[in-house]
């Protein structure tokens, strides 16, 4: 039972999103920069376990999906980094904190906080995929 919102209202929602994006790549930029996770060796991130999460946030509407994949991925191997100041704690923190914010205001301002669930996800699939990119330069940059 999906209900059909009005273009006006989409195209609020849109705009809502395309004016977070600088915010969404500055946040995984600077975590990739500053968390702790491995850079190298073994343990080190690679880009498909990212594209890996980015799938997970493709195939789902739910934010707890997501972050039960990363947590998942943290207790595998220590690739996203372990403890408080890591990779994966702050994806999760941004997702519960700037990310679903920043969806509800979005949803406020486009007049349908029904939606907000919805821009969520969108908001956690455009910033996940910041971060792969970001992680694919970083990577090829630490390489030489």
Do not use: H
Not at 46 to 54: A, G, H, K, M, P
Not at 118 to 134: A, F, K, N, T, V
């Amino acid at each position: 039972m999906s209900k059909t919102i009005d273009s006006k209202t989409e195209l609020a929602i849109q705009k809502g999103i395309r004016q977070a994006e600088d915010d969404l790549v500055i946040s995984v930029e600077e975590a990739l920069d500053t968390c702790e996770y491995p850079t190298s060796g073994r343990d080190k991130l690679e880009e498909s376990q990212f594209r890996n999460l980015v799938r997970v946030a493709d195939t789902t509407e739910s934010p707890e999906v997501v972050k039960n994949f990363l947590r998942y991925q943290v207790g595998r191997e220590r690739k996203w980094g372990r403890g408080d100041k890591s990779l994966a704690e702050r994806i999760i923190q941004t997702v519960d904190g700037m990310l679903k914010k920043t969806a509800g205001e979005i949803a406020e301002k486009a007049g349908d906080p029904a939606e907000k669930k919805r821009i969520w996800m969108e908001l956690i699939r455009r910033y996940l995929g910041y971060g792969s990119r970001y992680l694919k330069y970083l990577n090829s940059k630490r390489e030489g």
